[in-house]
Each structure stands twice: as C-alpha cells, then as structure tokens.
C-alpha cells in the first residue's frame, strides 16, 4: 500500500514550501498536489523530492471533494499526511465586497477544508497527520477582514476539536497559525485600485520560516502553533484585553 502526502494549496507561498520541504518531515510514496493552477502544479515535480501527481481542482466548487474521495478508493493509499493549505482573504468592508468574495472565502477556507478531512480519514490510521493552516487572525474579529478572520477561527477551532477524537486512535491533527506572511495572498487580498484598507503590517514572516517552524512543531506534543515572536505577543495579548478594546486598537491602528 502507498504511503502518500497530499498538499492542497502547492502551487504558490506556504504550501509550496511544505511541499519542497516535505522530505525533512517524512517519508512518502507520492505526493499529491492540490491546486487550480495545473502549469505551476506540475513544476513542482522539479523541486520535490517525491514522485508528484498533481490534481487541478477548484477547491471553492462545493463536490470538488468528490473528485479526491474517487481518487482515494482508486489508489486505496495510506495518506500518512494532509495538509489543508489552500486559502484566500479580501481585505474590505463586508459590504463593500461581493457576496461571491465572501461566501468564496468560506467555501474554500471552511467547507473544502472540512470536506477534504472527512474523505481522507478513511485513509488514515494511527501515526497518520493531518495539517490545517488557519491563522492569527483565528484568535480575535477583525473589522473590515471579518469573514476571513472567522473562518480562520473555525480552521482553528474545528482543527483542535477534531484532534482530540481522532487523537484516540493515533492520527494527529495540528494547525498552524501564521501571522503575515510574504506570499501571493496579498495579490488577491488586496485591490491595488482602491484605498488600501490596512496600512501598517506590524510583521511579514517569509514563508520559509513559517514552514519549517511548522515542521519542528510537529514533531512536539501540541494541538496547534503560532510561529514568531511578535505572532506571539500579538495572540497573547488579544487573549487577555477584552474584545472590543482589541478591535478598537486594530481600527485607530488601520484607520478604519
Ligand atoms: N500570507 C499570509 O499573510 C497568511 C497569514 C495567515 C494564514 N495564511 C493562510 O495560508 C494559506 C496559504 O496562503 P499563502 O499565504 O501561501 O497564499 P498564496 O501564495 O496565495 O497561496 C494560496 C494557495 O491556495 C490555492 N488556492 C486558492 N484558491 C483555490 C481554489 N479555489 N481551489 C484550490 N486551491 C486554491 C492557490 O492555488 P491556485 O491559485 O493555483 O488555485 C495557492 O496554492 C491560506 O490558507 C492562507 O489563508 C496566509
């Protein structure tokens, strides 16, 4: 039986680098690259150290599930690792984006993620991982990037639920909570044409960094991380202040 990885969101920013990283994890058969973009898919094969199947799905579409269940019961592999990459963020007023952008951000970030999980625990048995990205933003609301932020709080809350029952029959799952991170994400969260609604970005960790603070985080015990240390202090604060001074902050910061 094949022991396989499968990545979604490989084309581009962390989930690429989890891919060409993925030999200092772990071991894999194959790995399966999740993504809309096929040409940066098959790239990829250059640059990982495991033999590359790549799969071009539109994750938003909601059975493109399906596509990777039918997969599975072809292959019937062992998938020793999932990573839940794939992502997007609109930074503006609810409003003031279109209700395709904001139920696509809950599509792909919340009901793909769920989905891709249930399909694949099948798959799985014990010393088997599952890797969902969420985000700080997970860790308080936040005004004009509202949607974003509460599906990254669903990543983070389903991904800790989910780890405790699944945690009794060995698999794990973690997620891992980046604070801004330099990648394509701000091309698309961003409308050069408008004015920009956050104007001071406190931190920008590189994607390499994120990754394999991921990597030696998994390897302890824990149910989910937040690489960096002003990601820390950030999350720490926004634990103890009470929300709506939390937000205020973030508006006098931005202003919003
Ligand atoms: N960058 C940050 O500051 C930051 C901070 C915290 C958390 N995150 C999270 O980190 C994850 C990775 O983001 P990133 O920063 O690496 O940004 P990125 O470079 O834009 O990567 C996003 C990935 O998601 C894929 N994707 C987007 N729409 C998709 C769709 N409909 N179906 C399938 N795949 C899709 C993209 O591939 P295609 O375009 O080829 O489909 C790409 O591979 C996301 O979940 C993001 O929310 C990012």
Known sequence: MKNIAIITGASSGIGKIFAETLHTHGAYDEVWVIARNADRLAALADTVRFPVRPISLDLSANDSHKTLAALLEEGKPRVGLLINCSGYGKFDAFEKLT???????????????????????????????????????????IPYIGVYGASKAYV???????????????????????????????????????????????????????????????????????????????????????????????QKQQKL
């Not at 952008?101 to 993620?113: H, P, T, V």
């Not at 088997?128 to 985000?135: D, H, T």
């Not at 980046?178 to 961003?190: E, I, L, Q, Y």
């Open 99 to 141: 209700l395709e952008e904001n139920i696509g951000m809950i599509d792909l970030n919340c009901r793909a993620l769920t989905a891709l999980t249930y399909v694949t625990l099948p798959y799985m048995d014990r010393g088997c991982e599952i890797l969902n990205v969420a985000s700080v933003a997970a860790f308080q609301p």
């Open 156 to 250: 983070l809350s389903f991904s800790r639920a989910l780890a405790r029952e699944v945690g009794k029959r060995g698999i794990r799952v973690f997620a891992l909570c980046p604070f801004w991170t330099k990648t394509a994400f701000f091309d698309r969260a961003v409308d050069e044409t408008k004015d920009a609604v956050i104007k001071k970005y406190v931190a920008m960790y590189t994607p390499e960094y994120i990754v394999s603070y991921a990597w030696r985080k998994m390897k302890k015990k824990g149910d989910h991380c937040i690489p960096g240390f002003k990601a820390k202090l950030q999350v720490l604060a926004v634990k103890l202040l009470p929300h709506r001074l939390v937000m205020s902050v973030w």
